[in-house]
């Protein structure tokens, strides 16, 4: 099938890199399976203006209420014959399998041919992944939770080979200071770059610790070195928390992909709060790793009554710990599904010549009283994402 010609324009925003351990793992495997401007849809909610924040309530407010947009209404008709392959950063863990399948139930329900590559949380089964993609001939490749700049050369021969390349969660080079490889980023919300979103995670989670603080929060924050990303978390949640005069971070724990691969994460989290005496309250930037001897560190402290414990990028089983009162108070809520449906849009559009759209995609905190969604059941921020996706592509 000939490849249309790619968008180049330039790209505001995408998500939802979930970063866990990359622990020396085998090649890859793979799974195979064949088979505008946004307008608000007219089945959703309308979408949530930028947070502001003020005051212990207004804060609260605000990380309830998030940022949610709504997924695209103008027409758009998938090309036929076209051969997907979807890399997952690991089929292991839920944060990377996940979106996976769900971009997978996207593609084929537009009639694409769909392979997922499984890329074993480790650069060279991602890299391995893009390779195996383009010497199979496929048309788009969408990296799930994938920095560009972590597998460049792979990306640089699928580009050459004219392969769409598509953000499926992650940056383009472009971000780290390289050039642009990819046909788009995922478009996530209207009028923020790739680096705003990360930020409104990380404020979002400090409105939510400065309301049930009531102003007085002092937090231990852990910081993921080992991403483009990681930074700008932490950067959005300490500009955020500042705004709260008698709140601040009292311990910052560094940690990369290595302290969680070798398990000295969890001991090296139960020392840093051991030392704060202080603390009451915890920010952990990366949910993918809470579930790994996080939340369990918190209940052995002994301290969890007096902690208010939240955590950005979340995703199922924090949900769980939430509801089970194991160790984490609240989550910055995404619909991950919806996400990856929006990469799957993104490519559709890519392939027929049209520039990509703002997929509205968004984030809302989520605690045990307020969005928790039904124990089994996705977060979806109260949006029929698939039912306004398949109106758009005339399904």
């Not at 799974?31 to 609260?60: C, I, R």
């Not at 399948?101 to 590559?117: M, P, R, S």
């Not at 992909?257 to 704060?276: E, R």
Request: one cysteine or more.
């Amino acid at each position: 099938m000939p490849k249309a010609t790619r968008w180049r324009g330039s790209v505001a925003v995408a998500f939802l890199a979930l970063a866990l351990a990359a622990s020396g793992c085998s090649s890859p495997s793979e799974v195979s399976s064949d088979t505008e401007e946004s307008d608000s849809a007219a089945s959703t909610p309308a979408a949530s203006e930028s947070p502001v924040s003020g005051g212990s309530g207004a804060a609260l407010e605000t990380a309830y209420t998030g940022q949610m947009g709504t997924p695209p209404t103008a027409a758009t008709s998938p090309e036929s014959g076209v051969d997907l392959w979807v890399v997952s950063c690991g089929e292991q863990v839920p944060g990377c399998s996940i979106p996976s399948a769900a971009a997978k139930e996207a593609g084929e329900a537009v009639g694409w041919k769909v392979n997922v590559c499984d890329g074993q949380l480790n650069p060279n089964g991602w890299g391995t992944c893009v390779r195996q993609a383009v010497s199979a001939g496929a048309d788009v490749v969408i990296p799930i939770g994938i920095d560009c700049a972590a597998v460049q050369q792979p990306f640089e021969e699928a580009k050459a080979a004219d392969v769409t390349v598509i953000g499926g969660g992650g940056v383009d080079c472009d971000a780290s200071g390289g050039q642009k490889l990819w046909a788009s980023e995922r478009l996530q919300l209207d009028g923020l770059s790739a680096q705003e979103t990360y930020e409104l995670q990380g404020q979002l989670a400090a409105d939510w610790l400065i309301g049930q603080t009531d102003g007085k929060a002092q937090v231990v924050q852990l910081a993921f070195t080992d991403s483009v990303w990681g930074p700008w978390l932490n950067s959005g949640f300490e500009k955020e928390l500042a705004t709260c005069a008698d709140c601040s971070v009292i311990s910052t724990l560094e940690y990369s992909n290595q302290d969680v691969g070798s398990g000295q994460l969890p001991q090296k989290f139960a020392t840093a709060l051991l030392q704060a005496q202080d603390a009451n309250a915890v920010f952990f930037p990366v949910g993918g790793v809470v579930n790994l001897g996080l939340a369990q560190a918190v209940v052995a402290s002994g301290a969890a009554s007096k902690l208010q414990v939240i955590t950005a990028l979340g995703g199922g089983p924090n949900f769980d710990l939430v509801r089970s009162n194991g160790g984490l108070n609240a989550v910055v809520g995404y619909p991950v599904e919806w996400g990856s449906w929006g990469s799957v849009d993104t490519a559709i559009r890519v392939l027929n010549g049209e520039e990509p759209v703002v997929q509205g995609d968004g984030y809302q905190v989520v605690d045990a009283e307020h969005g928790m969604p039904e124990e089994g059941q996705p977060f979806t921020g109260g949006v029929d994402y698939q039912a306004a996706y398949k109106v758009a592509w005339g399904l």
